[in-house]
């Protein structure tokens, strides 16, 4: 951005084209609900401030840790509010803490109505959710972004906004679950795929580092497949759920660009694609889940 304003600056900072990873798994949980004609609006509403809450606060304490490690200083992608020396770091940090104490406190209302030892997960979410590049000894920087990502924006996010609403666990549930995990870590590969340059030069151990350029595009590609057969699990339950077919075209666009062997600045689109493919994938399987209930 040119001479961006102060709103415009925040509005990147949160990472807009990150939120379909929170905003999925409360649809694709509420679908199962449907189901089971278990739907709980208002405390799908609550799960969903409880998911977007994490996922601000977790972009914001990204961009503050990465920034004040120097992480950040030669970025190829968009914009970072501490990196780029437009937003004082400690404003960033206060943002942070700020929306994840706003997911404290709507996690705490849903437990309160739920199940207090949903407590217990809601906590281990906030923790995680500072620590990814925070702390002492930051996890995203040792390879395990891509099981945080999995667990909490797929497993957890996704079980727990079913689990409020029917009060049961169920496999069609676990099934659901497993396919958003895989196209939010689908997310957050590409993101790191885009970065290993950058992020080996400044000693910031990912995954996609780890593994290198070609196995990271496999492995993202492997990602999608997963989406896929947990389709077809679903599908055991009704043929429905195969409405989350629809996400497919998003997902070969994006695949495509990935297995070219783009690079830098090309892969953004697929960040864009990859989030609007895990948010079509959540709606089209929600629909069929209600249509099967």
Not at 139 to 167: C, D, P
Not at 168 to 177: C, E, F, G, I, Y
Not at 213 to 227: C, E, I, M, S, W
Not at 250 to 274: E, K, N, Y
Request: glycine share 12%.
């Amino acid at each position: 951005m040119t001479n961006p304003t102060r709103s415009q600056l925040w509005i990147a900072g949160a990472r807009p084209r990150t939120l379909p990873a929170a905003i999925a798994p409360v649809v694709a949980g509420t679908g199962v609900a449907a189901f089971y004609d278990s739907v709980v609006w208002w405390k799908a509403l609550l799960a969903l401030g409880v998911s977007l809450a994490l996922q601000i606060g977790v972009n914001y304490a990204n961009d503050y840790s990465d920034g004040i490690k120097g992480t950040d200083d030669n970025r190829v992608g968009p914009l970072r509010l501490v990196g780029s020396g437009l937003v004082p770091a400690k404003q960033v940090k206060s943002a942070a803490l700020a929306f994840l104490a706003l997911g404290g406190v709507l996690g705490f209302a849903l437990a309160a109505t739920s199940s207090w030892w949903m407590l217990l997960v809601g906590a281990a979410a906030i923790l995680a959710a500072w620590t990814y590049t925070g702390g002492p000894s930051p996890y995203g920087y040792r390879a395990l972004g891509e099981v945080s990502v999995f667990v909490f924006f797929g497993l957890v996010a996704v079980l727990g906004t079913a689990y409020v609403q029917i009060e049961d666990l169920t496999w069609l549930a676990v099934a659901v679950a497993i396919g958003v995990g895989a196209l939010a870590c689908a997310i957050l590969v590409a993101n790191n795929l885009r970065d290993i340059p950058t992020d080996a030069e400044s000693g910031k151990r990912t995954l996609a580092v780890l593994l290198g350029d070609t196995n990271t595009r496999r492995f993202y590609v492997l990602l999608l497949l997963v989406a896929l057969g947990c389709l077809v699990w679903a599908s055991a339950f009704t043929a429905w759920a195969l409405l989350g077919l629809v996400f497919v075209p998003l997902a070969v666009r994006a695949r495509q660009v990935v297995a070219s062997g783009a690079g830098g600045m090309a892969l953004i689109p697929v960040l864009r694609d990859t989030g609007l493919a895990e948010l079509v994938y959540a709606a089209g399987l929600a629909l069929g889940l209600a249509l099967g209930a």
